[in-house]
């Protein structure tokens, strides 16, 4: 009898042991010693990762990364960028060489379930359209019938523009490419008559055009494209610390918390969860093992969710994007950030 409770005890604490094992993870133990985020981001797209004239990386994506190194570190510059074309980068974040992919990634079943990684959480609602020029008399993707489509290797669009046309009984030609710098080129050279790709990603491309009102996009859209970050599977402390990270983000925007303001509502609230949310109570931050002002510091030299599409991506940007479904829940797009307590 004794043996046998024994034994169960051990059974328990065994599997006691593989839980706490499968629960603690490599990834964030490795950022810390490091003293530095490594960030997979696109190789050049305006509104999402794009350097300036002086060189620096800006965009959502990239402001994503520095939120998340201020987190961290609370200090923007304490990570490292690297590009990765659409087919190099699940190979990339699964070997390692990054330690999040936030970039342009559209949040599948398939990826989600047999890359060996974890798509974490929608930030950025986006639809596959097509890009057309101005005169070529179409005005949708129906009159495509035999068309010429430039796409990039590796995307969904691919499989997106190849169900279309399949399912809609027409012919097309696919080019693929590997940037985006290089289907735009051949988009204007006229090697294809449309570029397939996500509306977000057609706006940028378009705006970066010598002469953007050439190109039409149609309106239609063939898919949903949400776009999430992107971690290693099995490693469930770091896979957290990124969602409740993009979620502090939104629930910022909700609770009217921005980087002007954040301080005078970490003194001044009296709301229970703006108090957790901004680390007057630590909990969130012991949860996540990180300051109880991580979340605060982000917002502060980041911006909340709002203030992060407006300077990259917005209206008043040359991509020029509205909020739509990137609005919050409340005004009627498809944020809804989860409770914070
Ligand atoms: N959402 C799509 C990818 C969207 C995307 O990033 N597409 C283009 C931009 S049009 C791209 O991959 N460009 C490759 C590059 O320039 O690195 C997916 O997850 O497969």
Known sequence: MKSGFLAVTALLAALFAGQRAAEAGPTLDAVKARGQLVCGIHTGIAGFALPDARGTWQGMDVDLCRGLAVALFNDPNKVRFQPLSSSTRFTALGSGEVDVLFRTSTHTMLRDVTLGLRAVTPYFYDGHGFMVRANSGISKAAEMAGATICLIQGTTNEQVTADFFRSNNLQFTPVLFERTDQAAGALQNNRCDSFGTDASQLAATRASMPSPSDWTILSERFSKEPYGPYVRRGDDEWFDLVRWYVN??????????????????????????????????????????????????????????????????????????????????????????????
């Open 248 to 341: 502090a983000l939104m629930e910022a925007e909700e609770q009217g918390i921005t980087s002007a303001n954040v301080d005078e509502m970490k003194e001044k609230a009296t709301n229970p969860n703006t108090r957790r949310l901004l680390g007057v109570t630590p909990e969130l931050g012991q949860a996540l093992k990180l300051d109880p002002a991580w979340a605060a510091n982000a917002i502060k030299k980041m911006g909340n969710y709002a203030e992060i599409y407006d300077r990259t991506m917005g209206p008043a940007t040359p991509v020029g994007l509205a909020r739509g479904p990137n609005e919050l829940w409340t005004k009627g797009g498809l944020l809804y950030p989860l409770p914070m307590r």
